[in-house]
């Protein structure tokens, strides 16, 4: 059970979600950390790599099964993009409905599976994967809603792809391999994009640079456009890990963390950044039972305080802001309106036992179950109180 439990923590991760009434939140000591100083080794050459644009006809909807989701983003009360494998889909009823808005020259016959990138109902990235080597692929973005998609080469087959909070063109993308991390920009749109940061296996005593190892798991978040953070677990630094960079990424600075005593190791998750003063990523513990806590800082990243632990399983959380936030913690489904200090019993379950949790805000969410009997999407618009089966895939 354990390595169960284990195996799938390390292969899912997720981002989004949390309700109302807001409790006064405990005061935060904010402790004076220095500065990071700027490594005195060279930072990394890079060439942009120019990129013809090609506008391709618009996708032709089709029937058919539509889950179970890869990644699944929901963005408010009506909209949301889901992606199966190399499947791009759009809803704009709340779940209820979906459309299939894959590009044309995307055939389903492929066994690779996109990354996705959905800030808003109109905008939305996806990478689809070189079948022959990792730092090859085909970006397709559109900017409306899937009616139309623009095409490009990326010098990367599968990336994490985020932005600063308050940034409207730089996009990042991160790449992490066994033995590999890389960390890309763009600033047009995605026709060409900058190597910012590359490290591997062995550079570990490297100045400045982000540790590596063959099982690392690691995520990275922008502060600002200057201020990146990363968090994970490497071997090469004994388990979990939390660096700083303040030039955009290329050199990096570890700072300190007090974990809590378990007796197996530690998981990061969800490392964002909610504006440019709160933040918070989660960690998942334990051995027979299992715990999920929060490092959270207030004062941009200054301080990080540990939240008391709380029972959880696998990957199913959400926090869609700095204070509501949602876990399973194996038989409810549990509601913190303080950014996670305090827990209460949401007012009612999702009719199964969710994999997975997608809210977009306190009142707004998406609980996802897959078994043998099938795949089912369940949706909440009153903060839990009640919960409708939206759309289902029986086998």
Known sequence: MKKLL??????????????????????????????????????????????????????????GSLLPFTQLTRLDALNGWGVRDTRVLRTTDGGRTWQDVTPSDLHSEMTVTLSGFFPSAEEAWVCLPALD??????????????????????????????????????????????GLVELHRTRDGGQTWELVMRSTAGDEDAPGRLPVGMHTQWQIAAQDEQTLWAAGISPAVDGLYLYRSGDGGVRWERRPLDLPQSP??????????????????????????????????????????????????????????????WVWDGENLRLSQDGGWTWQTAPANPPETPESLVFSDPLTGWAVQYDENGHRLYGTTDGAQTWELLAEDVP
Not at 15 to 26: E, F, L, N, Q, T
Not at 39 to 54: D, N
Not at 160 to 166: E, Q, V
Not at 267 to 291: K, N, P, V
Request: glycine residues 8%.
């Open 133 to 178: 080597r990792y730092d090859s692929g085909t970006l397709y973005r559109t900017t409306d809603g899937g009616q139309t998609w623009q095409s490009a080469p990326a010098p990367f087959g599968w990336a994490n792809f985020f932005r600063a909070p308050a940034s409207a063109q730089t996009v990042l993308a991160q790449v992490s391999l066994q």
């Open 264 to 325: 197996s190791g530690f998981y990061a998750e969800g490392l964002r950044f909610f504006d440019g003063q709160s933040g918070a990523f989660s960690i998942f513990y334990g051995s027979e039972t299992f715990q999920r806590a929060f490092f959270v800082t207030r004062d941009g990243g200054a301080s990080w305080q540990l939240t008391p632990g709380i029972p959880a399983v696998g990957n199913t959380w959400s926090a869609p802001d700095a204070l509501h936030w």
């Open 6 to 63: 284990l195996s799938l923590v390390l292969m899912l991760w997720a981002v989004s979600a949390c309700a109302p009434r807001i409790p006064p939140v405990p005061s935060l000591q904010a402790q004076s950390l220095p500065e990071a100083t700027p490594s005195p080794s060279p930072a990394p050459t890079f060439t942009a790599v120019p990129s013809p644009t090609e506008t391709l006809p618009a996708p032709v909807p089709s029937s």
